[in-house]
């Protein structure tokens, strides 16, 4: 099925005790043989591994159901007449948040895991939708709030995407909605109107990018595209370089871009570089260009 995500597999073992059945002779046997004192071993499954496979399985059925071709056409289909019909572009209505969700939920957790046959599909809804980020304020903080509220699922669009062509119309989609999103902040930041650091969207996104730095050491082959919403946030405004530098991230940033060389290795939590992809040439173009920018944004304490 070429609209399928790839799913895992899981190897289980199962023991079981055969149980004759009643009134067969093995049972008369096995009574007879059997110590009268004795009595059956009842073994509790402990509550975490109950809660643990419970959740396993509602996730199968989930995916089960979430990656079926008939869902994926049904969903293409009313979101193409949905979002078709709404460009989003200057002078023209936008799709309402509830079927903008729909459409981001579909194109970053369905899409991108599609074989190779669809990823111009991919690309198409990417377009798409940056079309309509670019003046959807209240979808690109939607995004990224989803994002932020989820580190696993921002790690695997950032940094566990295995296939170039959608890897990058993908960190080119959250660069969008960042760039969106960190202008509206600066402009209630600048008016006193902006929430708190938890109440910002594009606070969180920033704080959920560089808590995956750790992770970043192991695909190096992949750091453009890691840095690129942090290098958008850090040109968008003097109000977002502040933040970046008031948070402690540059400091962080160049103990990243030093690796083994850094003075600080603690301030990512990450081993030297050398324990990177043996085979990575990384590109940390667009990793100094955020730290660039930073720095020329400091101030020396006198």
Avoid: C
Avoid at 17 to 39: C, M, R, T, Y
Avoid at 218 to 241: D, G, K, M, N, W
């Amino acid at each position: 099925q070429p609209y399928m995500r790839e799913k895992t597999r899981n190897a289980f073992m199962l023991v079981y005790d055969l149980v004759p059945a009643p009134g067969s002779a093995e049972a008369e046997a096995a009574a007879a043989e059997a110590d009268p004192a004795a009595q059956p071993v009842e073994v509790p499954v402990p509550e975490g591994l109950a809660e643990v496979l419970q959740q396993e399985n509602m996730l199968f059925w989930r995916s089960k159901n979430l990656y079926d071709k008939r869902y994926y056409d049904f969903l293409s289909q009313l979101l193409t007449l949905d979002v078709a019909k709404r460009p989003g572009s200057e002078g023209g209505p936008s799709p309402p948040i509830a079927v903008l969700e729909l459409a981001l939920g579909f194109t970053l957790g369905t899409l991108v895991h599609a074989v190779r046959p669809e990823h111009k599909l991919l690309q198409e809804w990417v377009r798409r939708l940056n079309e309509i980020l670019r003046v959807h304020r209240e979808g690109a903080e939607r995004l990224l709030e989803l994002l932020a509220a989820d580190r696993a699922v921002t790690g695997d669009l950032m940094l566990g995407l295995d296939e170039k062509d959608v890897r990058t119309p993908v960190v080119t989609l959250l660069a969008t909605a960042m760039r969106v999103a960190a202008a509206s902040w600066a402009e209630r930041a600048e008016a006193g109107t902006a929430r708190g650091e938890g109440g910002e969207p594009v606070l969180r996104f920033v704080a959920q990018i560089m808590s995956l730095l750790p992770d970043a050491f192991s695909t190096l082959r992949r750091t453009p595209v890691f840095f690129r919403p942090i290098a958008v946030f850090a040109e968008s405004s003097p109000a977002a370089r502040e933040h970046l530098l008031r948070s402690g991230h540059l400091a962080r940033l160049l103990s990243f871009f030093l690796g083994a060389d850094s003075p600080y290795p603690e301030l990512v939590g990450a081993p030297a570089r050398e324990g990177a992809e043996s085979t990575a040439t990384p590109d940390f173009r667009v990793l100094l260009d955020a730290i660039s920018s930073l720095v020329r944004s400091s101030r020396l304490a006198p």
